[in-house]
């Protein structure tokens, strides 16, 4: 079993900046590969960014690549999630979410991932 809790949200203006955080319960964190997801009232949950167990691969979705980073501390059991030039269509509830790495794993796949944060809301306003 996993918990994670996210941290971070708030209301910022648009073009700034906020850091999420998702804290992890476990002693095996680097054994999952971990994703940030958003979403929308009324629209469907939509892959952000993940992380492998080791930390060595990332992957983006193409609407927040090159503004968001994610990372992780596996000391910490932590990933982060650096979101900059921020846009009012960012505005959503942001999750974290764990998936138990396999050598076919599709990290941008919602249904990879077996343990769900409770979500920290982001309010971008312009």
């Known amino acids: 079993q996993v918990q994670l809790v996210e941290s971070g949200g708030g209301v910022v203006q648009a073009g700034g900046s906020l850091r999420l955080s998702c804290a992890a319960s476990g002693r095996t964190f680097t054994s999952y590969g971990m994703g940030w997801f958003r979403q929308v009232p009324g629209k469907e949950r939509e892959f952000i960014a993940a992380?492998?167990?080791?930390?060595?691969?990332?992957h983006y979705a193409n609407s927040v690549k090159g503004r968001f980073t994610i990372s992780r501390d596996n000391a910490k059991n932590t990933v982060y999630l650096q979101m900059n030039s921020l846009k009012p269509e960012d505005t959503a509830g942001y999750y974290c979410?764990?998936?138990?790495?396999?050598?076919?794993?599709?990290?941008?796949?919602?249904?990879?991932?077996?343990?769900w944060g409770q979500g920290t809301q982001v309010t971008v306003s312009s």
């Open positions: 979410a764990a998936a138990e790495e396999h050598y076919y794993i599709d990290y941008g796949s919602l249904a990879e991932y077996d343990y």
């Open positions: 992380i492998s167990g080791s930390g060595d691969f990332t």
